[in-house]
Protein backbone atom coordinates (compact mmCIF):
# COMPACT_ATOMS: atom_id res chain seq x y z
CA UNK A 1 0.00 0.00 0.00
CA UNK A 2 2.52 2.21 0.61
CA UNK A 3 4.14 1.61 -2.71
CA UNK A 4 1.10 2.40 -4.24
CA UNK A 5 0.96 5.67 -2.29
CA UNK A 6 4.38 6.56 -3.50
CA UNK A 7 3.78 5.42 -7.41
CA UNK A 8 0.54 7.95 -7.38
CA UNK A 9 2.22 10.68 -5.41
CA UNK A 10 4.89 10.55 -8.42
CA UNK A 11 2.37 10.66 -10.68
CA UNK A 12 0.69 13.71 -9.68
CA UNK A 13 3.76 15.71 -8.86
CA UNK A 14 4.57 15.08 -12.82
CA UNK A 15 1.22 15.62 -13.99
CA UNK A 16 1.60 19.31 -12.14
CA UNK A 17 4.19 20.18 -14.30
CA UNK A 18 3.89 23.04 -16.39
CA UNK A 19 3.57 22.63 -19.96
CA UNK A 20 4.24 25.29 -22.77
CA UNK A 21 2.24 26.74 -25.78
CA UNK A 22 1.42 24.23 -28.35
CA UNK A 23 0.70 26.46 -31.75
CA UNK A 24 2.71 29.71 -31.12
CA UNK A 25 0.92 31.78 -33.75
CA UNK A 26 -2.19 30.37 -33.60
CA UNK A 27 -2.51 30.69 -30.13
CA UNK A 28 -0.32 33.32 -29.54
CA UNK A 29 1.19 35.44 -32.14
CA UNK A 30 -1.74 36.24 -34.62
CA UNK A 31 -4.72 37.52 -31.96
CA UNK A 32 -2.04 39.44 -30.68
CA UNK A 33 -0.71 41.24 -33.68
CA UNK A 34 -4.75 42.01 -34.25
CA UNK A 35 -4.91 43.28 -30.31
CA UNK A 36 -1.42 45.41 -30.90
CA UNK A 37 -2.53 47.04 -34.16
CA UNK A 38 -5.93 48.03 -32.60
CA UNK A 39 -4.41 49.24 -29.68
CA UNK A 40 -1.90 51.56 -31.87
CA UNK A 41 -5.03 52.98 -33.75
CA UNK A 42 -6.97 53.73 -30.67
CA UNK A 43 -4.39 55.45 -28.89
CA UNK A 44 -2.56 58.45 -29.43
CA UNK A 45 0.54 58.76 -27.59
CA UNK A 46 4.04 60.49 -28.68
CA UNK A 47 6.83 58.13 -29.36
CA UNK A 48 8.58 59.29 -26.51
CA UNK A 49 5.01 43.63 -23.91
CA UNK A 50 6.23 42.75 -21.09
CA UNK A 51 3.75 42.10 -17.85
CA UNK A 52 4.95 45.17 -15.49
CA UNK A 53 8.58 46.91 -16.12
CA UNK A 54 8.82 50.01 -17.31
CA UNK A 55 7.98 52.07 -20.92
CA UNK A 56 11.47 52.23 -22.51
CA UNK A 57 12.28 55.48 -24.23
CA UNK A 58 12.92 55.47 -28.03
CA UNK A 59 16.88 55.67 -27.69
CA UNK A 60 16.45 52.58 -24.88
CA UNK A 61 17.34 48.90 -26.33
CA UNK A 62 18.30 50.13 -29.82
CA UNK A 63 18.99 46.60 -30.52
CA UNK A 64 15.12 45.48 -29.87
CA UNK A 65 13.76 44.88 -33.22
CA UNK A 66 10.06 44.25 -33.26
CA UNK A 67 9.16 41.65 -35.96
CA UNK A 68 5.06 42.05 -38.24
CA UNK A 69 5.05 38.74 -38.95
CA UNK A 70 3.12 38.21 -42.48
CA UNK A 71 1.94 34.48 -42.83
CA UNK A 72 1.74 32.31 -46.00
CA UNK A 73 -2.53 32.64 -45.75
CA UNK A 74 -1.89 36.56 -45.44
CA UNK A 75 -2.60 36.65 -41.74
CA UNK A 76 -0.04 38.35 -39.60
CA UNK A 77 1.67 37.67 -36.31
CA UNK A 78 4.16 39.42 -33.88
CA UNK A 79 7.61 38.67 -32.39
CA UNK A 80 10.77 40.11 -31.01
CA UNK A 81 14.60 39.74 -32.59
CA UNK A 82 18.38 41.41 -32.16
CA UNK A 83 20.34 43.87 -34.19
CA UNK A 84 23.67 42.15 -34.48
CA UNK A 85 25.20 43.70 -37.01
CA UNK A 86 24.07 46.45 -40.18
CA UNK A 87 22.35 43.00 -42.12
CA UNK A 88 22.01 40.02 -38.96
CA UNK A 89 19.83 39.55 -36.65
CA UNK A 90 18.83 36.74 -34.21
CA UNK A 91 15.47 35.45 -33.24
CA UNK A 92 13.38 32.21 -31.72
CA UNK A 93 12.94 29.78 -34.94
CA UNK A 94 9.37 29.35 -33.98
CA UNK A 95 8.62 32.88 -35.01
CA UNK A 96 9.21 31.36 -38.72
CA UNK A 97 7.71 27.98 -38.46
CA UNK A 98 5.68 26.52 -35.72
CA UNK A 99 3.42 23.79 -36.43
CA UNK A 100 1.25 23.74 -39.27
CA UNK A 101 2.21 27.56 -39.65
CA UNK A 102 4.57 29.10 -42.02
CA UNK A 103 5.65 32.77 -42.33
CA UNK A 104 6.37 34.54 -45.74
CA UNK A 105 7.90 37.45 -44.59
CA UNK A 106 9.19 39.16 -41.63
CA UNK A 107 8.66 43.40 -41.36
CA UNK A 108 11.77 43.99 -39.03
CA UNK A 109 11.01 47.22 -36.92
CA UNK A 110 14.04 49.07 -35.56
CA UNK A 111 13.86 52.77 -33.77
CA UNK A 112 10.04 52.54 -32.62
CA UNK A 113 8.63 52.12 -29.39
CA UNK A 114 5.55 51.05 -32.06
CA UNK A 115 5.57 47.75 -33.67
CA UNK A 116 2.91 48.31 -36.45
CA UNK A 117 4.44 52.17 -37.37
CA UNK A 118 7.23 54.83 -37.20
CA UNK A 119 11.14 53.72 -37.15
CA UNK A 120 12.97 51.93 -39.90
CA UNK A 121 11.16 48.84 -41.86
CA UNK A 122 12.65 46.37 -43.77
CA UNK A 123 11.15 43.38 -45.05
CA UNK A 124 12.92 40.09 -45.68
CA UNK A 125 12.17 36.39 -46.05
CA UNK A 126 15.82 35.74 -45.94
CA UNK A 127 15.88 33.37 -42.34
CA UNK A 128 17.65 30.24 -41.59
CA UNK A 129 16.34 28.24 -38.20
CA UNK A 130 18.59 26.20 -36.25
CA UNK A 131 19.24 22.78 -37.47
CA UNK A 132 18.18 21.05 -34.71
CA UNK A 133 15.06 23.27 -34.10
CA UNK A 134 12.65 21.20 -32.35
CA UNK A 135 9.08 22.31 -33.10
CA UNK A 136 7.68 20.23 -30.14
CA UNK A 137 9.65 21.33 -27.29
CA UNK A 138 11.47 24.33 -28.18
CA UNK A 139 14.60 22.97 -28.19
CA UNK A 140 17.32 24.86 -29.94
CA UNK A 141 14.63 27.43 -30.58
CA UNK A 142 16.96 30.26 -32.27
CA UNK A 143 17.21 31.56 -36.26
CA UNK A 144 19.44 33.99 -37.94
CA UNK A 145 17.42 36.85 -40.02
CA UNK A 146 19.20 38.40 -43.26
CA UNK A 147 18.20 41.55 -44.34
CA UNK A 148 19.50 44.28 -46.82
CA UNK A 149 21.75 47.10 -45.07
CA UNK A 150 20.32 48.71 -41.95
CA UNK A 151 22.44 51.92 -40.29
CA UNK A 152 22.79 52.51 -36.87
CA UNK A 153 22.00 55.94 -34.91
CA UNK A 154 21.12 56.75 -31.68
CA UNK A 155 17.87 54.72 -31.73
CA UNK A 156 19.52 51.56 -33.53
CA UNK A 157 22.94 49.88 -32.44
CA UNK A 158 24.10 46.55 -32.62
CA UNK A 159 24.27 44.29 -29.23
CA UNK A 160 27.20 41.73 -28.80
CA UNK A 161 26.36 37.79 -28.11
CA UNK A 162 28.01 35.93 -25.38
CA UNK A 163 30.45 33.58 -25.15
CA UNK A 164 32.38 31.33 -23.21
CA UNK A 165 31.19 29.36 -20.19
CA UNK A 166 28.83 31.05 -17.65
CA UNK A 167 25.96 30.08 -17.34
CA UNK A 168 24.61 33.79 -15.53
CA UNK A 169 22.97 32.08 -12.77
CA UNK A 170 22.14 34.61 -10.34
CA UNK A 171 22.98 37.50 -12.84
CA UNK A 172 20.20 40.46 -13.11
CA UNK A 173 19.38 40.53 -16.60
CA UNK A 174 16.94 42.68 -18.92
CA UNK A 175 14.29 41.68 -21.46
CA UNK A 176 12.20 44.18 -23.63
CA UNK A 177 9.56 43.62 -26.23
CA UNK A 178 6.20 44.66 -27.59
CA UNK A 179 4.69 42.14 -26.20
CA UNK A 180 1.23 42.10 -24.14
CA UNK A 181 1.48 43.65 -20.59
CA UNK A 182 -0.68 40.49 -19.16
CA UNK A 183 -3.19 37.82 -19.86
CA UNK A 184 -5.87 38.90 -20.98
CA UNK A 185 -5.10 42.45 -22.04
CA UNK A 186 -7.81 44.87 -23.06
CA UNK A 187 -7.42 46.04 -26.85
CA UNK A 188 -7.88 49.52 -25.64
CA UNK A 189 -4.10 48.77 -23.01
CA UNK A 190 -1.60 51.12 -24.12
CA UNK A 191 0.92 49.27 -26.47
CA UNK A 192 4.78 50.58 -26.35
CA UNK A 193 8.05 48.82 -26.09
CA UNK A 194 8.56 47.93 -22.39
CA UNK A 195 12.03 46.53 -20.60
CA UNK A 196 12.05 44.66 -17.25
CA UNK A 197 14.83 43.07 -14.96
CA UNK A 198 14.97 39.38 -14.54
CA UNK A 199 17.14 37.52 -12.52
CA UNK A 200 18.96 34.33 -14.47
CA UNK A 201 17.99 31.10 -12.49
CA UNK A 202 19.74 27.85 -12.97
CA UNK A 203 18.14 24.98 -15.31
CA UNK A 204 17.69 22.76 -12.42
CA UNK A 205 15.69 25.07 -10.84
CA UNK A 206 13.65 25.58 -14.14
CA UNK A 207 13.10 22.34 -15.02
CA UNK A 208 10.97 22.06 -11.49
CA UNK A 209 8.39 23.85 -12.92
CA UNK A 210 8.42 22.52 -16.70
CA UNK A 211 7.91 19.19 -18.37
CA UNK A 212 10.94 16.91 -19.10
CA UNK A 213 12.78 17.60 -22.18
CA UNK A 214 11.58 21.25 -22.37
CA UNK A 215 14.73 22.77 -20.12
CA UNK A 216 17.82 21.27 -21.73
CA UNK A 217 21.63 22.40 -21.58
CA UNK A 218 21.01 25.17 -24.15
CA UNK A 219 18.11 26.97 -22.48
CA UNK A 220 18.65 29.90 -19.87
CA UNK A 221 15.85 30.32 -17.79
CA UNK A 222 14.91 33.76 -15.38
CA UNK A 223 12.66 33.70 -12.07
CA UNK A 224 9.57 36.14 -12.38
CA UNK A 225 7.13 37.07 -10.23
CA UNK A 226 3.37 37.79 -10.39
CA UNK A 227 2.88 40.34 -12.19
CA UNK A 228 6.31 40.77 -13.48
CA UNK A 229 7.48 38.30 -16.57
CA UNK A 230 8.02 38.29 -19.76
CA UNK A 231 4.63 37.59 -22.22
CA UNK A 232 3.28 36.34 -25.31
CA UNK A 233 4.76 38.09 -28.27
CA UNK A 234 7.84 38.83 -26.79
CA UNK A 235 8.91 35.69 -28.71
CA UNK A 236 12.74 35.99 -30.12
CA UNK A 237 13.44 39.06 -28.20
CA UNK A 238 16.19 39.31 -26.23
CA UNK A 239 17.86 39.27 -22.75
CA UNK A 240 21.12 41.33 -22.13
CA UNK A 241 23.19 42.25 -19.54
CA UNK A 242 25.83 45.78 -19.48
CA UNK A 243 24.32 48.72 -20.64
CA UNK A 244 25.14 51.73 -23.54
CA UNK A 245 27.54 49.95 -25.98
CA UNK A 246 28.87 46.95 -23.81
CA UNK A 247 25.55 45.47 -23.66
CA UNK A 248 25.41 41.75 -24.23
CA UNK A 249 22.99 39.26 -25.58
CA UNK A 250 22.68 35.98 -23.35
CA UNK A 251 19.36 34.67 -23.87
CA UNK A 252 16.46 34.81 -26.95
CA UNK A 253 12.67 34.74 -25.41
CA UNK A 254 11.67 31.42 -26.37
CA UNK A 255 8.53 30.09 -23.88
CA UNK A 256 6.83 30.54 -21.03
CA UNK A 257 4.06 28.87 -19.10
CA UNK A 258 1.14 27.93 -20.98
CA UNK A 259 -0.83 28.98 -17.90
CA UNK A 260 -0.11 32.70 -18.78
CA UNK A 261 2.61 35.23 -18.06
CA UNK A 262 1.66 36.58 -15.06
CA UNK A 263 1.27 33.71 -12.66
CA UNK A 264 5.29 33.73 -11.49
CA UNK A 265 6.69 31.11 -13.23
CA UNK A 266 10.08 30.44 -15.00
CA UNK A 267 10.71 31.87 -18.33
CA UNK A 268 12.90 29.94 -20.93
CA UNK A 269 15.68 31.36 -23.39
CA UNK A 270 17.54 29.93 -25.85
CA UNK A 271 20.78 29.86 -24.27
CA UNK A 272 23.41 32.08 -26.72
CA UNK A 273 26.72 30.84 -25.16
CA UNK A 274 25.61 27.71 -26.99
CA UNK A 275 24.41 29.17 -30.14
CA UNK A 276 27.79 31.93 -30.48
CA UNK A 277 29.57 29.50 -32.75
CA UNK A 278 26.39 29.03 -34.87
CA UNK A 279 25.56 32.76 -35.09
CA UNK A 280 29.13 33.76 -35.66
CA UNK A 281 29.50 31.33 -38.90
CA UNK A 282 26.15 33.44 -40.30
CA UNK A 283 27.91 36.80 -39.51
Not at 241 to 256: C, D, E, K
Amino acid sequence: MKLLVVVVSLAVAVAAKESIFYDYHQEIGIPEAARIKLAEAALDFDGSRIVGGSISSLGAQPHLAGLVVTLTDGRQSVCGSSLLTNTRLVTAAHCWRHRQIQARQFTVVLGSVRVFSGGVRVNTNNVQMHGSYNENNLNNDIAMIFTSHISFNNNIQRIAIATGSNNYAGVWATAAGYGATGDNVPVTTNQVKKHINLRVITNAVCSNTFRPGIVIHSTLCTATSVGQSTCVSDSGGPLAIGSGNSRTLIGVVSFGSASGCSQGNPVGFARITSFASWINARL
